[in-house]
């Protein structure tokens, strides 16, 4: 063999070598997947997902589970589809999926690290308002409990009490309305727990922040844990009926929403004789299983 080929011939080995060896760099930086269609089957989900989910059943009830620090480089990226539109979330650190006597998705729970420990208050505010604007995107709308009157955010500034109405404790008050914008001292008035309800289609979701204080500078950095619930229709209504009447939701819940309905109206009446407004375009979202 010539010198000069010689010399290609090593050359194109130490070329290919590098190619390789960057192709395999980037396999290791690339991010785990998890991509849900809650119109699939769990089968669907786990072929579609690279990251390693674990798999723990009895003869009713499966979970997968998938966990990472929130010093781990592979934190995982969440893919919902559903409704021809998608919701991208990155920096998961904790998924847990169930499935209930059946092969789809009953619950599932997402946990994202979405700031790093002691970090601004205002940094945590500006990615829990990027997350609404991405669940608002992808069509998540808000949603509030048939029973609780439909008060819009705007209206959040003339209640003293935070999650109260008429003294009574509600879940989807002007507060949690996630189209109100907070200032930072709205924000850190608010507990340590706070949920957003959304729903989309037979799918609901609970956003919820948890926020703990920095002793030292209370007022400017604290840590943050961000989690989404996502519950099937079936599992969400479910949660209306008294646990040992779960299995007949479907004849139970109409009496109940009726009766939630007339709490509603009972609310909105006296709110409006004090002059707070009232969101009249707020619709209950279909329910399917009673159509």
């Known amino acids: 063999m010539l010198p000069g080929a010689k010399m290609r011939k090593t050359l194109a080995i130490v070329v290919i070598a590098a190619l390789f060896g960057c192709e395999n760099s980037d396999m290791k930086n690339d991010k785990p997947t998890i991509n849900i269609n809650f119109n699939e089957p769990i089968q669907s989900l786990l072929s579609a997902s690279t990251a390693s989910l674990s798999r723990d059943c009895n003869s009713d009830i499966c979970f ?56 601004e208050h205002a940094l945590a505010m500006q990615y829990f308002n990027e997350t609404i604007a991405k669940l608002n995107k992808a069509g998540w709308q808000r949603y509030i409990y048939p029973n609780e009157a439909r008060i819009p955010g705007a209206e959040a500034k003339k209640f003293k009490e935070i999650d109260e109405i008429f003294g009574a404790p509600v879940g989807t008050g002007p507060w949690q309305d996630p189209a109100l914008k907070l200032s930072k001292d709205q924000w850190l008035s608010l507990p340590m727990f706070n949920n957003w309800l959304f729903y989309k289609d037979s799918e609901y979701l609970k956003l919820t922040v948890q926020r703990e204080n920095n002793s030292k500078a209370p007022k400017e950095i604290g840590s943050y844990l961000f989690t989404l619930t996502f519950r099937s229709e079936s599992d969400f209504y479910k949660g209306f009926i008294d646990d040992q009447e779960h299995d007949n939701w479907q004849k139970l819940l109409p009496a109940e929403l009726k009766r939630m309905a007339q709490e509603r109206a009972q609310t909105e009446a006296r709110l409006k004789q004090m002059g707070i407004a009232i969101d009249e375009n707020y619709q209950d979202p279909p329910i399917k299983a009673l159509e």
């Open 64 to 119: 997968y589970e998938f966990d990472t620090s929130s010093d781990s480089p592979n934190k995982a990226i969440l893919t919902i589809d559903s409704g021809g539109q998608s919701l991208v979330l990155e920096e998961v650190i904790g998924a847990m999926l169930m499935t209930y006597k059946s092969d789809f998705l009953a619950n599932s729970y997402i946990t994202l690290n979405g700031v790093k420990p002691d970090t």
